[in-house]
């Protein structure tokens, strides 16, 4: 997103990284007239408040991990609990 952000304040800047570099731009999804008419605000479909009960699977493992150091959690630990989550195993 910084390239498009640098793109869109017309300021050319030097790429943070590959990814950025490598960015296609997103002239096409942006149009050039602001779209002022009013809209309808949907309803989430799914509760964005709930949480995960103390007894969901993995919810001791995750509590042991250490998540205030960046990538100090096990990788492997972490990717069976959000497999499990999301219904793949």
Do not use: C
């Not at 640098?6 to 990814?19: C, E, I, M, T």
């Not at 779209?35 to 949907?42: C, E, F, G, K």
């Not at 007894?55 to 042991?64: D, F, K, N």
Request: avoid cysteine; charge should be negative.
């Amino acid at each position: 997103m910084a390239r498009h952000e640098s793109d869109f304040r017309g300021q050319a800047q030097k790429p943070l990284s590959l990814y950025d570099a490598s960015a296609l731009p997103l002239y096409d999804a942006f149009g050039t007239v602001a779209d002022l008419r009013p809209y309808d605000v949907l309803a989430p479909a799914i509760d964005v408040k709930g949480v995960n009960a103390k007894v969901a699977y993995g919810a001791a493992a995750s509590a042991r991990m250490d998540w205030l150091v960046p990538d100090a959690v096990d990788e492997g630990a972490l990717n069976d609990i959000l497999a499990h989550a999301v219904g793949k195993r």
